[in-house]
């Protein structure tokens, strides 16, 4: 099945430190959602963003959904350890979503 | 509200049995329901969706054969992995379509992770 491409993959940064990641695709999507998984559960919903240009914050997270409705991203500000975990993107079409490679963070003290 | 519960959280069975997983959402009621399957590492993939009333609809390369989804309620799907391999060893969630809710998205379940030995 189609996935859409995540960036970075992985990454590791010092608590404190800005994280920030995007996915793109080659389909346009009427929504653009993000999750964060931890190990062994299901994904958590982040933000949702409904439409092409929004820009959304949801505490310390920012996400917007680009303008030509092909790609997304995540900012997350000011990192914690809690923040540790697989974030995923995730593209909705009118039936279903589809989802993202994954970026998985990891967070030093 | 919009819970989305799945049972077992875990499982592990003999190669050639049969396994049912459950999933409801707790507090709303969802005509969709969707069923994904994620490998170690790698991300969710969607094997069907879930129709309450009517046959599941399959994505490409899923064989409804071997995952029988049965959707009789609002407010139930469940996912029967038929004669289960060690190929078939997954962590498989499910979510339900809450779309009609003040909160848009899916939610998610806790997911089953089943090994097969």
């Known amino acids: 099945g189609q996935q859409l491409n995540q960036s970075p993959q992985s990454m590791f940064i010092q608590e404190g430190e800005d994280v920030s990641m995007n996915c793109t695709s080659s389909s346009i999507f009427n929504t653009w959602l993000w999750y964060k998984q931890d190990p062994g559960e299901g994904p958590v919903l982040l933000i949702a963003l409904y439409k092409a240009g929004e820009l959304t914050s949801n505490g310390r997270l920012t996400a917007q959904f680009g303008i030509t409705r092909k790609d997304s991203f995540l900012n997350i500000s000011a990192s914690i350890p809690s923040d540790v975990g697989i974030y995923f993107c995730a593209g909705g079409t009118a039936s279903k979503l589809t989802f993202g490679t994954g970026t998985r963070l990891q967070v030093t003290l | 509200g919009a819970v989305v519960s799945q049972h077992p959280s875990w499982v592990i069975c003999k190669s050639g049995t049969s396994v049912k997983i459950e999933c409801r959402s707790l507090?709303?009621?969802?005509?969709?329901m969707f069923w994904y399957r994620q490998f170690p590492k790698q991300s969710l993939m969607l094997m069907a969706t879930s129709n309450e009333g009517s046959k599941a609809t399959y994505e490409q390369g899923v064989e409804k054969d071997k995952f029988l989804i049965n959707h009789a309620s609002l407010t139930l799907s469940t996912l029967t992995v038929t004669s289960a391999h060690p190929e078939d060893s997954s962590f498989y969630i499910c979510?339900?379509?809450?779309?009609?809710?003040?909160?848009?998205?899916?939610?998610f379940g806790s997911g089953t992770r089943l090994t097969v030995v």
């Open positions: 979510s339900a379509d809450n779309r009609d809710l003040s909160n848009y998205g899916y939610t």
């Open positions: 507090d709303f009621q969802a005509t969709t």
